[in-house]
């Protein structure tokens, strides 16, 4: 009985998270990931204990606590940057030396690309649309490539290593990967990724870009010079941890409550501007994927799909990879991720999996707009100035992805055969 009322509540939770509405019942994202959480516990699916990892074996529990603390830790040394005007500075530079719209594309391509690369790519995305919108409108420049470029660039940057987005937080702690290796691994992906994302928005839009050049002048911003040094400084030791090896959740919040300590000024507004919403969303889908894991639906989906993978390593992986696009975008990438983290030790090559895995979910978020949810915080940002629909979404994020997903692959498999 448990068995059918998990995998009902399931897809009742997929309907929100779809993106999709219910009849007399007004729940977003979060607020049916919460519901469904909710529903898991009181039917019984999962225990109390479970939940909060009270129970008596340390591996049955469902909120992975360490991707909750990552996250938190990068978003409150995010919204101090923010604080310090950095991310306001960055995009003046790039304004300044940007001397055409096709440049300024190519310019916020590659800072979005490259900010996500080490911070959270939605809060990246978060900080970076009222600043790109500002800055079009003022050069009377279209804003839909732009912030395609800002939510584009900032999946594929993501790529490079595991504090890029939340579903390579998840094969983190699954994987038990470091984080040297798995950047040395992915780096390269990442990049060429971002290469071919901004040649694929430079071409599809070329007829909406002028090629004259215009001179703006934006206005320097107010920089904190004490906590920008300080921030920056703190962000420098936390990456230099997690290529020690140590525990990177607790890495990322020691080094927040060290900003937070020498500040010098209420941390309310940091804390403010840390996206709790988010972290609820994620604490409950890992309640409602737990669930479903536990009545073996994971397995049953891998024995479904297993024919695609069936055959020999190099067989298996592309049919993995595939599996991992398309899923994405029906499940959604972090759900999926939670789902599939239980198959990659079952491959040939476990390793080469983690990396497909993070690979195919992340540049999965560029082909639908509700591929990932960096893409809707751009857009919801932008709402009453670009109209950006599921189609015309879909017109740019599918030859992009498909080319930059076959690019990212054959990286990647040519690396693990090298080395």
């Given at each position: 009985m448990c068995r059918a009322v998990a995998l009902a509540i399931f897809l009742f939770t997929y309907v929100f998270i779809a993106g999709a509405r219910l009849p007399y019942l007004k729940l977003d994202r979060p607020g049916g990931a919460l519901l469904g959480a909710v529903l898991m516990v009181v039917f019984g699916v999962v225990t109390p204990a479970e939940v909060f990892?009270?129970?008596?074996?340390?591996?049955?529990?469902?909120?992975?606590?360490?991707?909750?603390?990552?996250?938190?830790?990068?978003?409150?040394?995010?919204?101090y940057m923010s604080q310090a005007s950095f991310f306001r500075t960055a995009g003046a530079w790039a304004v300044r030396r940007a001397h055409t719209p096709r440049r300024l594309l190519l310019a916020v391509t590659f800072i979005s690309a490259a900010l996500s690369a080490f911070l959270v790519n939605d809060t990246v995305c978060l900080m970076l649309t009222p600043l790109v919108l500002a800055t079009v409108e003022d050069a009377r420049l279209p804003p839909a490539p732009y912030l395609l470029a800002v939510c584009m660039g900032s999946n594929s940057g993501s790529v490079a290593t595991f504090t890029g987005n939340p579903q390579n937080m998840l094969i983190q702690g699954a994987s038990g990967l470091s984080y040297a290796s798995f950047a040395a691994y992915m780096a390269l992906p990442a990049l060429l990724s971002t290469a071919v994302v901004a040649a694929g928005l430079l071409y599809l839009f070329r007829h909406d870009l002028p090629v004259k050049q215009f001179e703006p002048n934006p206005p320097p911003p107010p920089v904190d010079r004490g906590l920008l040094v300080l921030t920056l400084t703190v962000l420098s030791g936390v990456v230099v941890a997690f290529f020690a090896g140590l525990p990177m959740s607790w890495s990322a919040l020691a080094g927040a409550a060290l900003v937070m300590a020498l500040a010098r000024r209420?941390?309310?507004?940091?804390?403010?501007?840390?996206?709790?919403?988010?972290?609820?969303?994620?604490?409950?889908l890992f309640v409602v994927v737990y669930g479903v894991n536990k009545h073996g639906y994971a397995e049953d989906i891998r024995v479904l799909f297993e024919p695609l993978m069936a055959g020999p390593p190099l067989r298996e992986t592309l049919g993995f990879a595939g599996l991992t696009l398309v899923a994405s975008n029906l499940f959604s990438n972090v759900p999926f991720v939670m789902l599939a983290r239980t198959w990659v030790p079952t491959l040939h090559d476990?390793?080469?999996?983690?990396?497909?895995?993070?690979?195919?979910?992340?540049?999965?978020?560029?082909?639908?707009?509700?591929?990932?949810?960096?893409?809707?915080?751009?857009?919801?940002?932008?709402r009453g100035k670009v109209n950006m629909s599921f189609l015309r979404f879909l017109r740019v994020g599918l030859p992009v992805t498909l080319v930059s997903f076959v690019v990212g692959l054959s990286v990647l498999l040519v690396e693990h055969a090298l080395f």
């Open positions: 990892n009270h129970s008596a074996d340390a591996n049955r529990h469902a909120i992975d606590a360490d991707t909750i603390v990552l996250l938190l830790g990068m978003m409150l040394l995010a919204a209420e941390p309310r507004e940091a804390l403010e501007r840390v996206d709790w919403v988010l972290l609820l969303f994620f604490a409950s476990v390793e080469l999996g983690w990396h497909v895995l993070a690979l195919g979910s992340t540049l999965a978020g560029n082909l639908t707009l509700v591929g990932s949810v960096a893409n809707l915080i751009v857009f919801e940002a932008a």
